[in-house]
Structure formats: C-alpha cells, structure tokens
Nanobody, 121 residues
C-alpha cells in the first residue's frame, strides 16, 4: 500500500506565501515523476507543476515565476513553494506521484487527499 499525505494549505492574503508538502509512504520501490494539481470550485482539475526524478521542473504558465516545485528523494517528499499568491490561486491542491511498488514494478499514479489553499483579504 502507498499513501500520499499533503500538508501546508491554509488561508493567506494576496501577495502572501505558502509551502505545500507531500510525503509518500508504504511499500515503495521507486518514485518517478511527481506533481501538483489544483481544482477550483466549478472548474476542472488542472496541472500546476511537475518534477522528474532528476529534478527537471515544468510549470503551467499562470504560476511561472511565482511557484517552485522541488523534491527530496531521501524523504519521498515533494514540495510546492507558492509566492505572490493571488485570489485565482484559490483551490484544493493535490499531489500526484508515479510510483512502482515492491509488488507492482510497473509505475502507477497515486494521489493525495488534497489540501485547501484560500487566497483572500
């Protein structure tokens, strides 16, 4: 079994910062790409940022220059540093990781439960 547990969401004023964390645990053999998605009320889930196992990062245009994704492989953890937050960043943020387990060596996408980020004055 594999679990992804997110933390770090909350309420912040426009222009503020938050750092999200997502730790994977369980019978992990290897973690490949990791990423963050978000879903605002009434909207489809969208990709925010991804990072490969060698730490190559990609971002959706709307967060470039404001968000930074990183990972700590020794801790099976991915982070999302969010600066200069805007009201339109308000959403539930989900982490996703492509993981091969001890039982299933073909990688499968696992998801966290989501953490709420609200940007409001």
């Amino acid at each position: 079994q594999v679990q992804l547990v997110e933390s770090g969401g909350g309420l912040v004023q426009p222009g503020g910062s938050l750092r999200l964390s997502c730790a994977a645990s369980g019978s992990i053999f290897s973690i490949y790409a990791m990423g963050w998605y978000r879903q605002a009320p009434g909207k489809q889930r969208e990709l925010v940022a991804t990072i490969t196992s060698s730490s190559t990062a990609n971002y959706v245009d709307s967060v470039k220059g404001r968000f930074t994704i990183s990972r700590e492989n020794a801790k099976n953890t991915v982070y999302l540093q969010m600066n200069d937050l805007k009201p339109e960043d308000t959403a539930v943020y989900y982490c996703c990781a492509e993981i091969a387990t001890m039982r299933h060596t073909v990688p499968y996408d696992y998801w966290g439960q989501g953490t709420q980020v609200t940007v409001s004055s």
